[in-house]
């Protein structure tokens, strides 16, 4: 019974993805690769497949591979978030910025109000040294998710940057309501009020 499991499983594109997610979360990489792409060799569409193998090689650093996966995949499943995230995530591997921005505009179409995306094309900007565009990300991230730390340090640093410190201690004194054991943001208040003071006089 076993044996004829075994045999009929060796033409079934599903058990072999299964097989392969077997070995993935085992950290045996190669062992699933070879079972997603004999089951893509049986059914070339198999989206799981396709997927599987895709991460696959984004985990052994093989990006270029897993972008031919993912893109053959978003010409079988056009507007699947996931799929257009890990596209534009490699490409931004690939510090292929204006490739990997395009693919999260296009994804922000899909999922507007996403927070976690806004973040990332904001920082995609900030690698660029495009400060203008990274804000205006940030701050949209941040109005849908204002508990954030790493927005609300961003954009605090941001207002810092410009001389704005009565809006860069909203940040901080908000950060600091979050995190109330992390010193840092109450010493970051109180510098930034000692400097307005000082500013203030002269």
């Given at each position: 019974?076993?044996?004829?499991?075994?045999?009929?499983?060796?033409?079934?594109?599903?058990?072999?993805?299964?097989?392969?997610?077997?070995?993935?979360?085992?950290?045996?990489?190669e062992?699933?690769?070879?079972?997603?792409?004999?089951?893509?060799?049986?059914?070339?569409?198999?989206?799981?497949?396709?997927?599987?193998?895709?991460?696959?090689?984004?985990?052994?650093?093989?990006?270029?591979?897993?972008?031919?996966?993912?893109?053959?995949?978003h010409?079988?499943?056009?507007?699947?978030?996931?799929?257009?995230?890990?596209?534009?995530?490699?490409?931004?591997?690939?510090?292929?910025?204006?490739?990997?921005?395009?693919?999260?505009?296009?994804?922000?179409?899909?999922?507007?109000?996403?927070?976690?995306?806004?973040?990332?094309?904001?920082?995609?900007?900030?690698?660029?040294?495009?400060?203008?565009?990274?804000?205006?990300?940030?701050?949209?991230?941040?109005?849908?998710?204002?508990?954030?730390?790493?927005?609300?340090?961003?954009?605090?640093?941001?207002y810092?940057?410009?001389?704005?410190?009565?809006?860069?201690?909203?940040?901080?004194?908000?950060?600091?309501l979050?995190?109330?054991?992390?010193?840092?943001?109450?010493?970051?208040?109180?510098?930034?009020?000692?400097?307005?003071?000082?500013?203030?006089?002269?």
């Amino acid at each position: 019974m076993q044996t004829k499991q075994s045999k009929s499983d060796r033409y079934n594109p599903y058990a072999l993805v299964n097989r392969g997610n077997i070995h993935f979360k085992a950290g045996e990489l190669e062992k699933a690769q070879e079972y997603y792409q004999e089951s893509l060799s049986i059914e070339s569409g198999c989206a799981e497949a396709l997927y599987n193998l895709g991460l696959t090689f984004k985990t052994m650093g093989n990006i270029d591979s897993a972008l031919e996966c993912f893109e053959k995949l978003h010409t079988i499943l056009n507007n699947c978030p996931e799929v257009i995230y890990q596209i534009a995530a490699l490409y931004d591997i690939k510090q292929d910025i204006q490739q990997s921005v395009d693919w999260f505009m296009h994804l922000i179409t899909i999922v507007p109000t996403d927070p976690g995306i806004l973040t990332q094309i904001g920082a995609i900007y900030d690698q660029d040294n495009d400060r203008s565009q990274a804000f205006q990300y940030f701050l949209e991230s941040h109005k849908y998710f204002p508990s954030d730390i790493s927005t609300i340090s961003w954009l605090g640093a941001f207002y810092i940057d410009g001389q704005f410190h009565e809006k860069a201690i909203q940040y901080f004194e908000r950060a600091s309501l979050i995190e109330p054991q992390e010193v840092k943001w109450q010493l970051m208040v109180a510098l930034l009020q000692k400097e307005r003071k000082l500013s203030a006089v002269f």
